[in-house]
């Protein structure tokens, strides 16, 4: 897909660049220094693109000036915790859509020919590759890409490893860390093979075979999550006991514990990251539930980490889970519950405190029946 845009007198194109998949802007503006606030973001609502040729500090600013002026999420007492929800989802694509109209480009090896312009290419060739430019993307997509270089630079210490997991653009990062402490202490039903099924990060699978799992297979679908899992398995040096493999849902053969932390809320993602939460019709988790007998051994035993964030917010029931698991001819023989510590289970102003705040991540021990 390409970008096209008259600049001095002369038509251009170039390849455009979406994380999201979000088509190109039809109507491109340059823009430079002189453009206000004001008019740049009238300029995004009614869907003009701004290219971007002045200073990149400036840019940043007027980026965070347009922040500031979109309105705040349309509340109503009335409106049920699923319909919060769903106007919530709605006020950040409409916001993603405005503030992705300021747009820069980058040249074919990666550089941004803007004034105080950091050097980006580290950045963006971890996240597009080395073959992904000359291309325009939008100045918030390009920030997401910088952001992403310093956590794969700087990791994410985990406690259960005593070490750090270097996440990759566009994989979710280990920063809520209940789950992993669940892992990280629930007894060991079987120490000789373990599925970690949709890894991410690998940071699952690196913590069995910290807990002395002889022989680990991490899989996951997205390339992304792929080569990040491999890089963090071999870093921590657990290559000889975690295979990651690339497969949706289960590899080949039985395993005496499955594991899976499934994407926990129904709906649509918006990019490649929010497919670590958001799964319409929570498709992996009946996927996992549906076929999982197949892949135990007779003694085997699997644990589903969910959240009940989806249930809090009336988008899926406690019995609906239930039933699944009852359908696939499992039982329970046990749960383990804990309750997260991130920073928005605090914060009054999230449009869904009330339910964040009441949040349970639970560990469930699965047998087939």
Known sequence: MSITWI??????????????GAPAPRTVRIVDDSTTADVAYKLATIGEALLWRGDYNNARQLLSAMTRRVPPAKQSSDASPAEQFHLHRQHRARRARVLGMLLVELDSSCRLDLGRAPDVRAAVSEALGPDATPCVLSLRELLGMVGAHEWRRKGVFVPALDASIHPHYGVFSPVRGEYIQLVAGAPLPDTDR??????G?????????RRGVTSVAATD???RSIACARANIDALGFA??????????????????????????PTKPTSGIEHAVYDPGSRMLKSFLSRLRGHLTPN???????????ELLGLVTR??????IDAAGLAVVGRTDTTPTHSRVTDSSD???????????????????
């Open 7 to 20: 600049e001095d007198g002369s038509e251009r194109t170039c390849r455009w660049q979406s994380e999201n």
């Open 351 to 369: 449009v869904l405190h009330a339910a964040r705040s009441r949040e349970t991540t639970s560990l469930w021990r699965l047998r087939a029946r």
């Open 319 to 324: 019995a609906e889970l239930l039933t699944a």
């Open 194 to 199: 373990a599925f970690d099924i949709g890894t």
């Open 221 to 223: 679908k997205d390339p």
């Open 300 to 310: 085997g035993e699997a644990w589903l980490i969910v959240s009940d964030l989806a």
């Open 240 to 265: 000889d006991r975690v295979e990651v493999v690339q497969a949706d849902i289960f590899p080949s053969g039985r395993a005496g514990l499955i594991l899976c932390n499934p994407p926990w809320i």
């Open 201 to 209: 990060s690998g940071v699952l699978a690196a913590v069995l075979a």
